[in-house]
């Protein structure tokens, strides 16, 4: 039976599957490589965390970043401090996901001669386990435990319209994406999942928060054609299989772009909540959990109201211990991803969804032995140089966008007429009442540099400034400064 894997991420991820399906004598060695791998990952969290606090203490020395000393490569310092913080939460966001992964294997398999045989039940308490928590870390957070501060408050339209959408879009995406490996491979499970960076897009464009552009196009195509030609080997296809997973792909995508909109909607609320990221998993939990409890008890109440995991009070009660430790690392992966949404975007988040499928596909090679041939290895390439070519147009729009920002700060600055007409044709503004000596100070705005005493150069541009002599000691300043 398909397990719920990481719970709220979604389906079953590669490495959980590879791992149930490889043979019993090794699984032990496998089980310690991932071990060890998610410890590594981990300890690269924690180092690049702890770079980005020594960048920070040394940032007033500094203005840029030096990337490769021999070849002069600098990179600006903000560009630098903000790409090492998602950094951390990426490979914290792999870790968590390894780790959850090894510890659903063992519970559901392994634990109890036999593992616990009730994902879907597992994946329910999950969604309510995090709601918990969130409530608990808001109030500890709001002045302690003890506080009577309550949860945050969310207008009701942005609750049906948002939040409860999204709940149940994640109660299908992890019903369908189960459902659909009872008829297909994991490669081609994969394969058709990798195309959902497309959907992303288009749902991106409709909900306003991508601007359509060939070469983000072509990178969603470079990017899924990649993961499809590294998964490609034994794709058998089944119909009923593929409309599963299709519709999983585009109910999963659809959920970060509207937890996307529903990040934007609370900062632009009057009620902000004090922390968006708990504020959406307190939220969305409950919708999920009340979309996953019919599908549980239909699909395995009679079957646990007679089980011994039920009748036997011990083995009920250490169940619900493991299904609350696997509460908490559902909690913890949701929080990194709303996360990774907040910093950067849905579209952002798939694609470090796809860096992880090509991470997945090389930890399969070195740790469990699978074969690659040419067509993989060149589909590696080609989802990398994909992802290579993202970080290049991101860079550049977020360059422009900042351009974009100053030129409408500076928009402001107009050109205001003085006392001297041969400057610039200026022309004399002043009150009815007031003297020569009465001038309001000129800014004008030049295209190019110049090399002028007491100028000031903001983002290329020239702010001129000429003020009379005794302007701040003038008694009709405030009504000559009217008259502009």
């Given at each position: ?388 070519f993202y970080t290049y147009i991101k860079h550049t ?23 001297n007409s041969d400057l610039e044709g200026g022309n ?57």
């Amino acid at each position: 039976m398909a397990q719920a894997g990481d719970s709220d991420s979604g389906p079953l991820p590669t490495l959980a599957a590879l791992a149930l399906a490889a043979q019993d004598g090794s699984n032990e060695d496998k089980t310690v490589a991932l071990v060890a791998t998610c410890s590594f990952m981990l300890s690269l969290a924690l180092g690049l965390r702890l770079l980005g606090f020594y960048l920070a203490k040394t940032r007033q020395r500094r203005k840029r970043l030096r990337l490769l000393p021999g070849l002069g490569v600098f990179v600006p310092f903000p560009v630098a401090l903000h790409a090492l913080d998602v950094s951390v939460f990426v490979v914290l966001w792999y870790a968590v996901s390894i780790g959850m992964t090894l510890f659903n294997k063992w519970f559901l398999r392994v634990w109890a001669g036999g593992g616990y045989p009730f994902a879907t039940t597992m994946t329910c308490i999950n969604m309510f386990v995090k709601c918990l928590l969130s409530r608990v870390i808001d109030r500890c957070s709001s002045g302690g435990c003890n506080a009577n501060g309550t949860m945050m408050a969310l207008p009701s339209n942005i609750y049906w319209k948002l939040a409860v959408p999204i709940g149940v879009c994640t109660a299908l995406d992890i019903m369908l994406s189960n459902l659909s490996l009872f008829y297909i491979t994991v490669t081609f499970y994969t394969i058709v999942k990798s195309g959902g960076n497309v959907w992303n897009l288009l749902f991106s464009i409709c909900l306003g928060h991508q601007r359509p552009s060939w070469p983000l196009f072509g990178v969603i195509v470079l990017i899924s054609s990649g993961i499809g030609l590294a998964s490609y080997g034994s794709a058998h296809f089944v119909f009923y299989g593929f409309i599963l997973v299709l519709a999983a792909s585009v109910i999963g995508t659809l959920r970060w772009v509207l937890t996307q909109s529903l990040l934007q909607a609370m900062e632009d609320s009057n009620a902000a909540p004090r922390n968006k990221v708990l504020a959406v998993v307190y939220y969305v939990s409950p919708a999920s959990a009340i979309g996953l409890l019919p599908i549980a008890l239909f699909s395995e109440g009679s079957d646990y109201a007679t089980s011994r995991f039920l009748l036997d009070s011990q083995l009920l009660m250490m169940s619900l211990v493991f299904i609350f430790i696997s509460g908490c690392l559902a909690f913890v992966l949701i929080f990194i991803e709303i996360l990774l949404v907040k910093k950067t975007s849905a579209l952002s988040l798939g694609i470090a969804g796809s860096f992880k499928d090509v991470t997945q596909v090389l930890l399969a090679v070195f740790i469990f032995g699978d074969q690659l041939i040419a067509i993989n290895v060149f589909g590696l390439v080609v989802a990398t140089c994909g992802m290579l070519f993202y970080t290049y147009i991101k860079h550049t729009t977020a360059e422009a966008a900042g351009d974009a920002r100053n030129a409408k700060k500076l928009k402001g600055y107009q050109r205001v007429p003085t006392f001297n007409s041969d400057l610039e044709g200026g022309n004399d503004i002043q009150s009815s009442d007031s003297n020569s000596k009465d001038i309001v100070p000129e800014f004008q705005m030049k295209d190019e540099r110049v090399s002028a005493t007491g100028t000031k150069t903001v983002a290329g541009v020239e702010l001129v400034r000429r003020e009379s002599k005794d302007y701040f000691n003038s008694s009709g300043m405030v009504a000559n400064a009217s008259n502009v």
